[in-house]
């Protein structure tokens, strides 16, 4: 994946404003509404629902989101692996500061957590240009012909990342900064 490019954006919310906001998370095709409120823990998680602790603070809810972001984003790139029938050796989540994802000349795949906030089909985008890169190590016309060739709606995935992308990046970053 690209580097994301580090511009100045006025007013990055904090990761809590922002899911107050967006009160959605995206974990292996599903929807999971969010609310901030009072009980013991940190997280409780229901079906379709995950209540934070509304004394939650920016770096435990990085902590506790990245946990939340690890089965799903495995089981979606495991899958998509198959279907593409590409060979992959292991998925990683990680809090990466500037990258979405990237993947290795052994086929281990690093996956920002970040990857829960976003809608189902650009995650998918995220993912499947990883995996094309299993294809063609490289940015060559091969390599984007191959991704466009799986994401129908490529274009448009990559005008969002474009959009939104400098936003989903910096959140919960602060909070790493602030306490390493
Ligand atoms: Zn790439």
């Excluded at 990761?15 to 823990?41: C, K, T, V, W």
């Excluded at 079906?47 to 089965?71: M, N």
Aim: net charge positive; aromatic share 8%; hydrophobic share 35%.
């Amino acid at each position: 994946m690209e580097k994301v490019r580090e511009e100045r954006i006025e007013a990055i919310p904090s990761l809590r404003q922002y899911l107050e906001a967006h009160p959605s998370l995206n974990l292996d095709g599903e929807r999971m509404s969010i609310s901030f409120d009072g009980f013991h823990g940190w997280m409780k998680k229901s079906e379709h629902h995950i209540s934070f602790h509304r004394e939650i603070t920016d770096t435990i809810l990085v902590k506790q989101l990245k946990k939340l972001a690890k089965d799903p984003l495995n089981s979606v790139t495991t899958s998509l692996a198959e279907q593409k029938r590409v060979s992959i050796s292991w998925v990683t989540v990680r809090d990466q500061s500037s990258r979405w994802g990237s993947c290795s000349s052994r086929g281990s795949i690093s996956l920002n957590w970040r990857l829960i906030l976003m809608p189902r089909g650009l995650q998918r985008h995220i993912i499947l240009h990883e995996l094309a890169h299993r294809v063609h190590p490289n940015h060559s016309s091969s390599f984007w012909n191959l991704l466009k060739s799986w994401d129908s709606n490529f274009e448009e995935h990559v005008q969002l990342l474009k959009e939104r992308g400098k936003i989903w990046i910096r959140l919960g970053q602060s909070a790493n900064n602030a306490n390493p």
